[in-house]
Nanobody, 112 residues
Framework: QVQLVESGGGLVQPGGSLRLSCAASGFTFSSYFMSWHRQAPGKERELVARIGNTGVYTNYIGSVKGRFTISRDNDKNTVYLEMNSLKPEDTAVYYC?????WGQGTQVTVSS
């Protein structure tokens, strides 16, 4: 059974940092691109960052470039999203996606 489980969300002040993790199981993790998406209240879900199966290829939406870093550990079947210099507009539920499967999401709230 394919499963993605996110963790690491929470409440952080503007300018702060969080590291999200997504643990994968039930498929050959190292063979698949993985991505992080987010959905803010009243908005459509959007792609935030994507990483190739070896970790060499990465891509980001413009609003997070230079602040967020996607990475993966194929030995641990885990993909990460390091988020720095967080802004209130980064507030959203963050979802992990891979092998046509969504995780359950983790809430990130940026507020003073």
């Amino acid at each position: 059974q394919v499963q993605l489980v996110e963790s690491g969300g929470g409440l952080v002040q503007p300018g702060g940092s969080l590291r999200l993790s997504c643990a994968a199981s039930g498929f050959t993790f190292s063979s698949y691109f993985m991505s992080w998406h987010r959905q803010a209240p009243g908005k459509e879900r959007e792609l935030v960052a994507r990483i190739g199966n070896t970790g060499v290829y990465t891509n980001y939406i413009g609003s997070v470039k230079g602040r967020f870093t996607i990475s993966r550990d194929n030995d641990k079947n885990t993909v990460y999203l390091e988020m720095n210099s967080l802004k209130p507009e980064d507030t959203a539920v963050y979802y992990c996606f891979g092998r046509n499967t969504w995780g359950q999401g983790t809430q990130v709230t940026v507020s003073s």
